[in-house]
């Protein structure tokens, strides 16, 4: 067993990282992305230095635990990201304050509005179309208008 470790050098290193990358593809689940990366380094490191096996697996293992905090830092910032973009995934909610004319009136209650591309249903109070209604609500893919 000591022999294996002796032997480590600076090849073994980048090949354990890209294999642990490549795992990475296989199943991911943002764990062995940083043990490769810890295995890169070391690797990188030993290019330069040409330490002992032990000292390459103190790397290794330096690396790796230093590797949790960079993984918790890279995640809560991507986890922030959303907060510029409050309404992924929620336009109907965007929608609501901002003023439509309508394509079709609202007769019995129901009508609809030109939004972009797609063609709201609305509902409010009768109008004819042309008018210009502000949104109150939203509702699934059914806005409720009135009159702006």
């Given at each position: 067993m000591a022999e294996m470790f002796s032997t480590l050098g600076t090849?073994?290193?980048?090949?354990?990282?890209?294999?642990?990358?490549a795992l990475?593809?296989?199943?991911?689940?943002?764990?062995m992305f940083w043990l490769g990366l810890?295995?890169?380094?070391?690797?990188?490191?030993?290019?330069?230095?040409?330490?002992?096996?032990?000292t390459q697996?103190?790397?290794?293992?330096i690396f790796a635990i230093a590797a949790v905090p960079a993984w918790r830092y890279f995640a809560r910032s991507a986890g922030s990201s959303n907060l510029?973009?409050?309404?992924?995934?929620?336009?109907?909610?965007?929608?609501?304050?901002r003023e439509f004319t309508l394509e079709k009136p609202i007769v019995g209650g129901t009508?609809?509005?030109?939004?972009?591309?797609?063609?709201?249903?609305?509902?409010?109070?009768d109008a004819p179309a042309g008018s210009r209604v502000k949104v109150?609500?939203?509702?699934g893919a059914s806005l409720t208008?009135?009159?702006?």
């Open positions: 090849w073994n290193w980048l090949i354990f990282g890209f294999l642990l990358m990475e593809l296989l199943a991911p689940g943002v764990f810890a295995a890169l380094l070391t690797g990188l490191v030993s290019f330069a230095i040409n330490p002992s096996w032990q697996l103190l790397m290794f293992a510029s973009s409050p309404f992924l995934n929620r336009r109907n909610e965007a929608l609501i304050g009508g609809t509005v030109r939004i972009d591309d797609t063609i709201w249903r609305v509902a409010g109070p109150v609500r939203a509702d208008v009135a009159a702006a």
